[in-house]
T-cell receptor, first 114, second 110 residues
Framework: EAGVAQSPRYKIIEKRQSVAFWCNPISGHATLYWYQQILGQGPKLLIQ????????DSQLPKDRFSAERLKGVDSTLKIQPAKLEDSAVYLC????????????FGPGTRLTVT | GQQVMQIPQYQHVQEGEDFTTYCNSS?????IQWYKQRPGGHPVFLIQLVKSGEVKKQKRLTFQFGEAKKNSSLHITATQTTDVGTYFC??????????FGGGTRVLVKP
């Protein structure tokens, strides 16, 4: 079974530029998550999708971050414009359903904003 | 909002020794999950605890869920170099949102 795929693996941009990350979850997984993991901290949930609907985006900085999962499969996370404090690893995870299911994480995208 | 705290933040262990890391939630949890993240890697699911007072074992790892379902612990016996990494607990409360703790970073001295 293929795991969660993410691209790119690394990205370096200047502040005020925009960037987009892509995630392909495990086939058949209805729930998709985007996390931000700052160095030395635990993953922080940014947004959770159930199929193509948003379940929770309470911690997503909506003035600069956006995410979509149009067909209920792949997802993209965008930052525009980026700030220095956005430097982090962005992790995508998927699970068969909400709540009690374990989450499978992708390798992450390491973003550096200079 | 819900907060999940883990102590200690760092754990330096001599190879062969035992240690315990603790996880505390500000709210009652419906379940708790533990993940391990190797240096440079991504979190990998270890186990899930659902019942009050539940204890589960995986080889040298013992996981416990508190009676009040607000805390959990991970005990590792006879630590090996393969145990190096960061161990995260993640608590599931109302709204089906998993909140991760800050992690315990384990370093093993051979």
């Amino acid at each position: 079974e293929a795991g969660v795929a993410q691209s790119p693996r690394y990205k370096i941009i200047e502040k005020r530029q925009s960037v987009a990350f892509w995630c392909n979850p495990i086939s058949g997984h209805a729930t998709l998550y985007w996390y931000q993991q700052i160095l030395g901290q635990g993953p922080k949930l940014l947004i959770q999708f159930q199929n193509n609907g948003v379940v929770d985006d309470s911690q997503l900085p909506k003035d600069r971050f956006s995410a979509e999962r149009l067909k209920g499969v792949d997802s993209t996370l965008k930052i525009q414009p980026a700030k220095l404090e956005d430097s982090a690893v962005y992790l995508c995870a998927s699970s068969p359903g909400q709540g009690i299911h374990e989450q499978y994480f992708g390798p992450g995208t390491r973003l550096t904003v200079t | 909002g819900q907060q999940v705290m883990q102590i200690p933040q760092y754990q330096h262990v001599q190879e062969g020794e035992d240690f315990t890391t603790y996880c505390n939630s500000s709210t009652t949890l419906s379940n708790i999950q533990w993940y391990k993240q190797r240096p440079g890697g991504h979190p990998v699911f270890l186990i899930q605890l659902v019942k009050s007072g539940e204890v589960k074992k995986q080889k040298r790892l013992t996981f416990q869920f508190g009676e009040a379902k607000k805390n959990s612990s991970l005990h590792i016996t006879a630590t090996q170099t393969t145990d190096v990494g960061t161990y995260f607990c993640a608590g599931l409360a109302a709204g089906n949102k998993l909140t991760f703790g800050g992690g315990t970073r384990v370093l093993v001295k051979p």
